[in-house]
């Protein structure tokens, strides 16, 4: 089995098309095709189903893949540990919400860039609930987000800075004018929020659930721009850090409402896999973020 094979078989995978996958690596189609035909009778399996044009990956490829990347990966550190020493350099691949990235990390990303210039810095949105899969097989280093604690044991982690959480409506809407409001008082309500995934929105979901309290409308976004949009347009209440909505509160464009519920603020983490390699780009990658992030409170 061959290095060259396998980076065929995985972009394939991703592609799906033979002749999409030949130019990506820089061969002939013909090529792509005999190395996959190796491939498969070496493992004695078939891994892609071609009907016709269309080509998808049998049960036996869906099983081989993870491997085939955590193997590339292996490949690709050990090529970096030979040719770069300790100094940081390279791709280096961080999911992070697009909450954090915005209004957290501006100034490290500046002073990472400028000590570390030869990095390459991958940002990948992701949801906490594709975080496990997504650092066991490589396709992240590495993930900065807001959770409560790590999701299992293979996952490490480091605690930053705690996050406050905002329950957040328009000044017209009735709750906005409550002395306090509770968990009973959700119920019926329309809500916008970011997808299930989220860490917080996670919080706000399990607390209804537990006290039997049932939502009006609920509308999901994958930005938390387009829900402070919607929340100062009247649309509805919105659950967002106080990070992300500073502005908005100053301007009065909306009102944080007085929530007298269990907590809903959560902290910001690193998460990496426990069998992950610490290259020297991602261990000056965590130090600058924890220098700049790490909680002066308690830990987790």
């Known amino acids: 089995m061959e290095v060259r094979q396998l980076e065929i078989f995985r972009t394939l995978s991703e592609e799906l098309n033979f002749t999409r996958t030949a130019e990506k690596v820089h061969t002939v189609q013909s090529n792509v095709t005999a190395q996959i035909k190796a491939l498969e009778e070496e493992l004695g399996s078939p891994l892609f189903d071609r009907l016709g044009r269309r080509v998808t990956l049998t049960d036996a490829g869906r ?27 390279g791709p280096l691949r961080v999911g992070i919400p697009e909450s954090i ?56 982690s480091i605690r930053l800075s705690p996050e406050r959480i905002f329950l957040l409506a328009h000044a017209s809407h009735p709750l906005a004018s409550q002395r306090t409001v509770k968990p ?8 916008l929020l970011t997808e299930s995934g989220c860490g917080y929105r996670l919080k706000l979901d399990q607390l209804m659930a537990l006290q039997n309290i049932r939502p009006g409308n609920v509308t999901e976004f994958s930005s938390v721009e387009a829900i402070k949009q919607c929340v100062a347009a009247g649309m509805g209440l919105g659950l ?24 809903l603020d959560i902290a910001t983490h690193i998460l990496w896999h426990r069998d992950k390699w610490i290259s020297p780009a991602m261990a000056a990658f965590m130090d600058l973020v924890k220098e700049k992030l790490e909680d002066s409170g308690p830990g987790a």
């Open 63 to 89: 099983n081989f893949l993870p491997f085939a990347e955590q193997a590339l990966t292996a490949m690709e550190r050990g090529q970096r540990a030979v040719q770069t020493g300790a100094e940081p350099s």
């Open 101 to 156: 990235l915005t209004y957290r990390l501006p100034q490290v990303l500046r002073i990472f860039h400028r000590r570390f210039p030869h990095v390459e810095l991958i940002f990948r949105p992701q949801w906490d609930d594709a975080l496990p899969a997504m650092l066991e097989n490589g396709k992240l280093d590495m993930a900065v987000c807001m959770i409560d604690c790590s999701p299992n044991a293979a996952i490490k």
């Open 184 to 191: 009973a008082d959700m119920a019926g309500q329309s809500l």
């Open 240 to 263: 967002l850090p106080a990070i992300v909505v500073a502005r908005e509160l100053r301007q009065r464009q909306f009102k944080a409402l007085h929530w007298a519920g269990p907590s």
